[in-house]
């Protein structure tokens, strides 16, 4: 009976992934008829030991996991208090609901382009013109995007304003499944709401949040699209301070042509990847069992 | 018993089924590609100025009512994916004929997916050529491609600003500000400037993408670099010149204009624009008379532009039926066609004729400037004090080129060491030519 999976499974990820390393090992170039030439490990040596190509691939790695290490707990801790908060029956929480879940409905292309303008450097970007009105003129522009210091944070900003939504709805369904005599038996127990988060709301959702942390680590590993558009139409986003190993592997394969090198970094990317999932497969069930 | 026993054969019927259709739609994604026995060509140009595509519209709607042996299907590409969707796509996919950005025409006849046109186009329209569009159609002696226009890149003015300034504009190329009168008439028009800046450098095109190749490079041309020589840039690209010109650049950035509103110069905003003829239809609009088109500054070496611009090849899909393909691009290459589309985008007219006809290049003339800039073009390997018109390298490896070279301008932009970014750069791009053999095409 698993015949079919196993088929669409091998023809869809084991036949790309062997073709992956087949690519990183050979000077395979975008378009080009002639024949590729074996290059031996020279890829993998190159992103690993390379001063230039593996500072990047160590910068953009380095990115990912402080992405990553932000936008995990930061993004699910505001989800579960939206959650918390759309939770209550007040008239008119149906509103409040579709508002904070609108901006996942926004492709992050377009998300990336309206932050552009919030974050555009000199005195027309909005989040300029406030700060300036707010403090009396007395805080200066701010090259939001272009500034090392604040290109990465900006970026998480954004990230976190779009993903944010996503887990509220899930968190949502998972707080309306625990059950309501658990919270009157507590409050029999003169448990305070505080006491009630930790006792009764936490462990009632905890398989949710687990998946939810899950979730927003696989998209922090992969996050591409918001990158690539500011620094590439216009937005001046520091590129250096930003860069991931998507957009690496992307801008080496569409840019620069370079098949071969884009597949290895994919293919260290998969390693890292499987053991950082085996790592937080072991932490969890841990914690489960 | 039965109902078990049997559907597991039909699940895997139904399996197998639907991974042969995957597979046979995967590979039979484009069926359109070279079918031109019909008499039918498929197009592909890029969308970017609104005018200019429409321009190109109306032109393939009079070729297919001019005659009745040859329809040509236009498909139209945003331009920010327009390069890589090509290079993406197999030859046979390929349409018949298609646009492609000048200093891309060398890696596309490098992977073998143009074909020389002497024999396809008439030899009456590759003789009408002028020098600058002959010049970026020809790679290994070969012409890959013809030109409806070429380009040019100025400093446009706001003459009422400038005036409350006290600056007179320079109009022909031996007046044109040196950088250092450049860099007092920035912090002097940033004082009249409405929103304090006075200049929009292009910033908003992104200095990543092919607009910071073909915006700075004039500034290190003109500093006596240049982007490489004989197919090496270490040495070249991060030359001391370069440094130099690409600091001074980076500090124009206090009064430079981020234009967020996409239109900070014609509405008055900031006095100076650097950008290219695309825009005078635009700017001559909003500004009227008080649109000058002055020279790039001098950095010691005469004053720069660059040149080469969208251009029309085609692609071995069209063998066997070259002769449709060609007398597509022969209507393209009329005068009729050529002012029909300069018209919109308010280029340089491609060919002599059309050029002595033009209402905008001329002695006397509101866009002369360009149009002499190109009567003294060069190669980037060869840039004299003479030339001003430069083109960027034409080498299959100008994808790295640009590529390599975006990524130090948009760090050098954002405040990185010049020397640090544009040795690494150089790295880059001799790394990719020594394993790539130096595109040596045989």
């Known amino acids: 009976m698993a015949s079919p999976a196993l088929l669409l499974l091998a023809l869809f990820v084991a036949v790309p992934f062997v073709a992956a390393i087949w690519f990183s090992l050979h000077n395979v170039r975008l378009g080009d008829p002639r024949a590729p030439s074996f290059m031996g490990i020279t890829q993998y040596v190159r992103i690993l030991t390379d001063p230039d190509v593996s500072r990047q691939f160590i910068d953009a790695l380095l990115h990912n996991l402080i992405f990553a290490a932000v936008v995990v707990p930061v993004q699910t801790a505001l989800a579960l208090s939206l959650a918390l908060l759309v939770k209550k029956s007040i008239p008119g929480v149906g509103i409040f609901r579709s508002l904070y879940f609108l901006p996942v409905v926004f492709p992050i292309a377009l998300v990336a382009i309206i932050w552009r303008l919030i974050l555009a450097r000199g005195d027309q970007g909005l989040l300029n013109s406030a700060l300036s009105f707010f403090s009396g003129g007395a805080f200066g522009s701010q090259d939001w995007l272009g500034s090392e210091l604040t290109a990465l944070a900006s970026v998480i900003v954004l990230s976190i304003w779009q993903g944010c939504g996503f887990q509220m709805v899930i968190l949502l369904a998972a707080l309306q499944q625990v059950p309501a005599e658990l919270y009157e038996a507590a409050e029999l127990d003169r448990a305070s709401a505080w006491q009630r988060f930790v006792h009764v709301t936490v462990p009632g959702i905890k398989p949710t949040l687990v998946f939810v942390a899950l979730y927003t680590m696989i998209l922090s590993l992969r996050v591409f699209d918001q990158i690539y558009v500011l620094a590439k139409s216009g937005g001046g986003l520091n590129e250096g301070a930003t860069r991931t190993v998507m957009y690496e592997a992307v801008t080496a394969a569409f840019d620069e042509n370079n098949i071969g090198r884009a597949s290895a970094i994919s293919v260290v990317f998969f390693v890292i990847v499987v053991i950082l999932s085996v790592i937080q497969r072991r932490a969890t069930s841990e914690k489960e069992s | ?442």
């Open chain 2, 1 to 442: 018993m039965l109902a078990p026993q049997r559907s597991r054969p039909l699940a895997v019927t139904i399996g197998a089924g639907l991974s042969l259709a995957l597979m046979l739609s995967a590979c039979s994604g484009s069926p359109e590609g070279g079918d031109s026995a019909d008499g039918t060509i498929d197009v592909w140009a890029h969308s970017g100025q609104a005018s200019e595509a429409a321009a190109l519209e109306t032109l393939v709607k009079e070729f297919n009512s001019s005659q009745d042996d040859v329809t040509a299907k236009l498909t139209l590409i945003p331009e920010a994916d327009y390069t890589s969707t090509i290079q993406a796509t197999s030859p046979d996919e390929l349409p018949d004929v298609m646009e492609m950005d000048a200093p891309t025409m060398a890696a596309f006849a490098y992977d073998r997916k143009l074909i020389p046109l002497e024999d396809v186009v008439s030899s009456e329209t590759l003789d009408n050529r002028i020098s600058g569009v002959k010049e970026s159609g020809t790679y290994n002696d070969a012409t890959y491609a013809v030109g409806l226009f070429d380009v040019g890149l100025g400093l446009w003015g706001n003459k009422t600003l400038l005036a409350e300034a006290g600056i007179e504009a320079p109009t022909t190329a031996d007046e044109a500000w040196t950088v250092e009168e450049f860099r007092t008439n920035l912090a002097k028009l940033a004082e009249v400037s409405p929103s304090g800046k006075a200049i929009d450098l292009g910033e908003a095109n992104g200095f990543a993408a092919e607009w910071g190749t073909f915006t700075t490079t004039p500034n290190i041309w003109s500093a006596g670099g240049t982007l490489m020589k004989d197919g090496k840039a270490d040495g070249v690209l991060n030359s001391q010149e370069n440094v130099d010109a690409l600091e001074e650049w980076a500090s124009w950035k206090e009064f430079a204009d981020p234009n967020t509103s996409g239109s900070a110069f014609p509405d008055g905003q900031t006095a100076l624009t650097w950008t290219g003829n695309w825009m005078y239809p635009t700017f001559s609009e909003a500004l009227g008379d008080d649109l000058a088109l002055m020279p790039l500054p001098d950095f010691g070496n005469g004053t720069k532009a660059g040149h080469g611009s969208w251009q029309w090849g085609v692609t071995p899909a069209a063998e066997g039926n070259t002769e449709a393909a060609g007398s597509f691009l022969d209507f393209l290459l009329t005068d009729e066609s050529i002012a029909a589309m300069v018209e919109a985008n308010a280029a340089v007219p491609g060919s002599t004729t059309a050029l002595e006809q033009s209402e905008l290049y001329g002695p006397g003339k509101p866009l002369e400037l360009f149009a002499t800039n190109l009567e003294s073009a060069c190669s980037s390997d060869d840039v004299s004090a003479d030339c001003i018109a430069v083109a960027r390298p034409v080498t299959p490896g100008y994808p790295t080129v640009t590529s390599s070279f975006g990524s130090a301008l948009l760090a050098i932009w954002g405040g990185a060491d010049v020397q640090g970014e544009l040795d690494s750069a150089a790295r880059a791009i001799d790394s990719d030519f020594s394993d790539n053999n130096g595109y040596q095409d045989e």
